[in-house]
């Protein structure tokens, strides 16, 4: 399973962009229970109740949505600690995670049958999933998006080590 982590805030588009990516997910993918989406929301957000009515729309839609809604803290500055409240909320089935924003769109049809296949192909449990625009979808190869994080770090000498042993310590001990 795939667990999306998406902390959220409305914007001066309103639900506009949640609406269009929650769809990207109904059109795009191929079977629901493949991931979840859990977001984390501000209590202070002028369109919270309308944010939630459109996530019980969602979920009739077949969609596995959750939320959890905190102060907004220092925004951006708490960005790490929104994300280790969004992880505690993960399905323990989950396999990979991912942070995105609602600002995405998904539109590789089956995606989540294809980043999952792509996953067992590699030694690692450390992914970086790179989102970007191409000309021809047809031509996408999954391959071209999943990098193992080993491999990521070597080609992007500015992203400090992180010795694999002590970071799989770590997730053991949580």
């Not at 191929?30 to 957000?45: A, Q």
């Not at 989950?94 to 924003?101: D, M, Q």
């Not at 031509?139 to 193992?148: G, M, S, T």
Request: proline share 2%.
């Amino acid at each position: 399973m795939i667990s999306i982590l998406l902390p959220i805030r409305s914007s001066v588009n309103g639900s506009k962009n949640l609406l269009g990516f929650l769809e990207s997910f109904i059109v795009n993918s191929s079977d629901f229970k493949n991931f979840e989406l859990i977001f984390k929301l501000d209590k202070d957000d002028q369109d919270l109740n309308k944010i939630l009515v459109i996530f019980e729309e969602y979920k009739k839609k077949g969609l596995q949505i959750k939320n959890i809604i905190t102060s907004k803290a220092d925004g951006y500055r708490s960005l790490k600690y929104f994300l280790m409240d969004l992880v505690l909320e993960c399905n323990e089935n989950s396999t990979l995670y991912w942070c995105l924003s609602d600002d995405n769109r998904l539109t590789q049809k089956n995606w989540d049958e294809q980043v999952l296949n792509c996953a067992e192909e590699y030694h690692s449990d450390m992914f970086v999933i790179h989102t970007h625009r191409v000309d021809s979808l047809e031509e996408l190869d999954i391959h071209q998006a999943i990098q193992e994080f080993e491999s990521f770090q070597e080609s992007n000498p500015g992203i400090s080590k992180i010795p694999m042993a002590q970071y799989e310590e770590y997730l053991k001990s949580i």
